[in-house]
């Protein structure tokens, strides 16, 4: 016999008047969630009620029908009704869809009201961005469709972003292959085959973070926080046809600029067009360049120049300034504390007041036609201009010197002589701009790679030592005693060596060393600040210019000042830089080279230089970009593990650079050439991490017992260190 199956009946619907309705007691819903009442109200006064109210009937003491029906289900949409009628908007006998369930049901009030909340499946995220792509397509503006689910316009660009993402990632995030964040980091860049690439590069990494979806999506572009950018001007640059990439989901600091080759073209422009308008000055030259290198001034004459006289409306306004600085100095003077926003006000009259005594300088007529300027950008990305430097070939000489061939600056040069190397151009009346350095962007040479470990380049290997140069500089600079017993040294190598002396009782002399291979962060490096603050901590206190007088100062400075000021002055003759060597005689020998390294080996063990102190670590710039892979697999090998290297080794140059200068920062790791040698064990294998070797290890062979004298070789250390140097 063949079961019948039972057939199932709904529950009616029907219209029942608004003022029929009331809420139900048994309704599980007690916490205000999701959508206000208000947005409801207004959503239904749009579109009309979409989902209909559940209700029973409610039956008098008697259990006969009053003829009100409770609502155990749709609380929200009744209360959004009865927001519509009271603003008279509605009324009150307006039929209301409802599904009205028989009130002997077995099925309890709070069951409909807890299965039809628990029961709905949200729409995913990925259905919501496609709705919001469908309604744009078909008419709706951003505004429109933001006040129609009452949302920013801001959300509803985020929305249709996410939507414009690649559709092979969006599939991926739809089968929750990556996360709404990651998702997210993709829109920064509209390039869907980018997308995809970046996508196929990290889905298998340990490191699939939206910082490094970002990062390598946009690793080709500027930031417009970049200094370059700033100069320029983001509407200059996007008038020029330039392209901007913008994160609508974090502060993206301004966006990123796509085109960085037409960036620099207008920096370059823009710097030339500065230039042209400084050489109505009447400079003899001008030098634009992006980057000045540290010590760009050496060599060079610098003009004191007059302060140029405050007009009478500066002049107002600072005696303005600082009657309101003193009157409120004075209000506060015998307070505790003051106030923040005065404190605040203190500092803006500072700040203008420096502004106006800040004065240009002017210079005579006379001197500016011998001398030039520099044109450049500060680290903020404003225009710096230096003026006011003499070069040696452009000071004023004596007539019978230059009749006689005698000077030096003139010593071999015809009448008329080319101060443009070639490499300027002349404007404004004999003014030379010049531009000079290395062009800026210039893409490295492509790595050719075997897998072998090459000797690092020769060019990278001076930049380095330029680093240890300037550190050594500083750490001598302050510890008054290294630079005595350095002193001494060169007093003693000197002495027991046959040197020819002549025009003084003692040749003893510091030779200002000028860098001449140097990485561009060279001069805002922490180092090169602390020499500079030194330098002109001193410079302000020595009476410079008159003999007499600073003889007399000297003597009567104490005797720790006088030490200070002597490993100051010491300091700049320091020479730890690696050179090409010239077989020929001239320039340096090797033997020269060794020694010089060997030198400054014992100097960094003695001032305890520490280079990761000294601010210097392995970046992109300075070093990975710099060096074969190899290279770079050896560097993450040594400061983390083979285990952390096997997760480089498959990756391009490039990206392999990035990431490996994220897992250096902060690993303490240096390449050869700034390590000390004291702090490697003699078979060669690292010491342990804050572990150095003996102070007694042998360092370079080049410091023998036949160049001193045996009371200072004994203590010395007899075998040499190797220097990684290029072919």
Known sequence: MTKT??????????????????????????????????????????????????????????????????????????????????QKRLAKTTPIPCIVRDAGSAILVEDDSLAENMQRVALHPLDQFRAFVSLRDKGQSDAEIAAAFFVTPQIVKQRLKLASVAPALLEIYAED????????????????????????????????EPFQIRRMLTETSVRASDRRAVFVGIEAYEAAGGTMLHD???????????????????????????????????????????????????????????????????????????????????????????????????????????????????FHAEEIGRAGAFVTLDRYGALAVYRGYVRPEDEPVE????????????????????????????????????????????????????????????????????????????AIGRSPDVALTLLLLKLVTDTFRTSSASGSCLEASVRHVYMSAQAPDLKDSVVAKLVDERHAE????????????????????????RLALLAHCLSFGVNALHEKVNPYGAGISAGGLTRRMAHADLVARATGLDMVEAGWEPTVDTYLNRVPKARILEAVREAKGEVTTQL????????????????????????????????????????????????????????????????LTDDLPAQGASMLAAE
Not at 7 to 24: A, G, H, N, Y
Not at 540 to 560: I, K, M, N, S
Request: hydrophobic content about 40%; proline content about 5%.
């Open 5 to 86: 199956v039972q057939k199932i009946t709904l529950s009616p619907s029907r219209d029942i008047p608004f003022d029929k309705l009331v809420l139900s007691q048994s309704n599980v819903r007690r916490i205000k969630a999701g959508v206000s009442v208000e947005e409801l109200a207004e959503d239904i006064a749009r579109r009309g009620l979409l989902q209909s109210l559940s209700v029973r009937p409610v039956l008098a003491n008697d259990g006969t029908e009053t003829g009100k029906f409770e609502i155990p289900a749709g609380g929200r949409r009744f209360q959004a009704l009865s927001l519509l009628v009271k």
């Open 177 to 208: 292959g990556m996360t709404l964040e990651q998702l997210m980091a993709f829109t920064v860049n509209p390039d869907h085959a980018r997308q995809v690439q970046v996508w196929d590069v990290i889905h298998s990494s340990w490191n699939k």
């Open 248 to 362: 609508l989901f974090q502060g993206d600091d301004g966006g990123w600029l796509e085109d960085p080759a037409l960036l620099d073209r207008l920096v370059t422009e823009k710097l030339q067009a500065e230039a042209e308008t400084v050489a109505v000055e009447g400079w003899k030259w001008i030098e634009v360049a992006l980057d000045l290198p540290y010590g760009y001034s050496h060599g060079l004459r610098s003009l004191s120049g007059d302060p140029a006289p405050m007009t009478d409306d500066e002049g107002a306004a600072h005696a303005k300034l600082l009657a309101e600085y003193r009157a409120l100095e004075e209000e506060y003077a015998g307070q505790d504390e003051i106030p923040d926003e005065i404190d605040t006000r203190l500092g803006l009259l500072e700040a203008e007041m420096e502004k106006i005594e800040t004065r240009p300088l002017i």
């Open 399 to 474: 007539e019978t010197a230059v009749q006689d061939g005698t000077d030096p600056a003139v010593a071999g040069q015809g009448a008329d002589r080319d101060l443009t190397d070639g490499h300027g151009s002349a404007a404004h009346g004999g003014t030379v701009i010049m531009s000079g350095g290395q062009p800026i962007g210039a893409d490295l040479p492509e790595d050719e790679d075997d897998g072998a470990l090459k000797p690092l380049p020769e060019r990278l290997v001076m930049e380095l030592t330029a680093h240890r140069t300037l550190a050594l500089r500083e």
């Open 538 to 561: 001193w410079e302000a206190d020595l009476p410079l210019g008159d003999d007499a007088a600073l003889w007399d100062y000297l003597t009567v400075l104490d005797q720790g000042s």
């Open 648 to 711: 480089l080794d498959h990756l391009k140059k490039g990206e392999m650079a990035s990431e490996a200068e994220r897992l250096l920062k902060g690993s303490g790791w240096l390449p050869e050439v700034l390590r000390r040698n004291d702090l490697v064990a003699l078979d060669g294998e690292d010491c342990a991490e804050g572990q150095g070797a003996d102070v007694d290890a042998e360092v370079a062979d080049s410091v023998s017992e036949a160049d001193l004298p045996a009371f």
